[in-house]
């Protein structure tokens, strides 16, 4: 039986200090996120971050949870169902579909656990970030393998697929994406922004910034822009150690000074809307740049941001064939 495994970053369990804590706990303990000796890092860790970090946390958690729960894991179940039927469908067999959070709950190994009891003879890994980063699908990978190598029944077939912003139909329904939320007119921007990482992340071998440059002008090829109307930026900067740039909110008011008065933000790193693009970019990002155009005497000013794709019908095939083709 064919068992599929999708991986995310995750989530806290509710938007409270207290749940946040042991959540940001698990994210920042995480070597590939910070690469300092733990010596060293630990007690900043624990002295200065979860003192007090939580509790800010959690005002933006609360901007965006519902009653059901994280929009995060609501959609990111959505998708498990959307590729469980797509793949049942592509291979005429069965087809058992687990979320696994990096960080939080569920968590990888429960999800293996899950497909080993649901019969899982071979296991297709997928972490939803369409480019590959070491603090992304890399630490996805490494927590897969170890989890893999005590749960897994022996003999078990394993498929890691570590990126798939080149797959097949995955612009095309990005683009699609774009068109259906933002009504471009003369004159406007496109920003295409990713999570940023620490700059000494590609003197590493780390691919990523190579491939966020080429989703964005491939989405602008397929989008018929020009190179002057789309810009690419990163955000979601950590720390003080030098993180990959430009950064969005300082481009955002570049843009208003210079009389831009229509800009869209789309975010193609994130496969399902949290934090970094609910409340950083669709409140922060779009406040920062409509005051910065208000400034500049443009009261008018239209900052769309375009959601994460989710279960999207076009990604969900693209990511269901991409599957298919790696077994």
């Given amino acids: 039986m064919l068992g ?36 060293l890092w630990q007690p900043i860790l624990n ?7 939580p509790e800010k946390t959690a005002e933006r958690y609360k901007h965006f949870w519902t009653e059901a729960g994280s929009p995060f894991v609501i959609n990111s179940h959505a998708q498990c169902a959307a590729i469980e039927e797509r793949v049942a469908r592509l291979t005429n067999g069965p087809v058992a579909v687990r979320l696994g959070m990096r960080y939080g709950n569920p ?17 297709v890994a997928l972490p ?47 683009a699609a994406s774009v068109r259906r939320s933002w009504a471009r007119c003369p004159g406007s921007k496109l920003i295409v922004s990713f999570h940023s990482v620490p700059v000494s992340f590609a003197k590493h071998g780390d691919t990523y910034v190579r491939t966020t440059r080429e989703t964005a002008r491939l989405l602008a090829e397929e989008l018929g822009l020009s190179s002057d109307d789309v810009l690419v930026t990163y955000q979601s900067r950590f720390d003080s150690r030098k993180w990959q740039g430009p950064f969005l909110v300082p481009e955002l008011q570049r843009l208003a000074a210079k009389g831009v008065s229509d800009v869209a933000v789309v975010c193609p790193v994130f496969s399902v809307d949290c934090i970094e693009t609910s409340y950083e970019v669709g409140v922060e990002a779009a406040e920062a740049y409509r005051v910065a155009a208000h400034a500049a005497g443009c009261d008018a000013a239209r900052f769309t941001y375009i959601p994460a794709l989710g279960a999207d019908a076009a990604c969900m095939d693209v990511l269901a064939e991409l599957i298919v083709s790696r077994l």
Avoid: H
């Avoid at 968590?107 to 296991?123: F, H, K």
């Fill in 4 to 39: 599929i495994l999708l991986m995310n970053t995750g989530t806290p369990d509710e938007p409270t200090p207290d749940a946040i804590r042991p959540y940001l706990k698990e994210f920042l303990s995480d070597r590939n996120v910070v690469d300092m000796p733990p010596a």
């Fill in 47 to 53: 002295l200065f971050i979860l003192p007090k970090r």
């Fill in 107 to 123: 968590s990888i190994a429960d999800a293996l656990r899950g497909l080993v009891e649901a019969g899982a003879t071979t296991v």
């Fill in 128 to 174: 939803l970030y369409p480019q590959n980063t070491k603090a992304c699908a890399g630490t996805c990978r490494e927590e897969f393998e170890r989890q893999a190598a005590r749960l897994l029944p022996e003999g078990a077939r394993t498929v890691f697929i570590d990126e798939y912003w080149d797959a097949p139909g995955y612009i095309a329904a990005l």
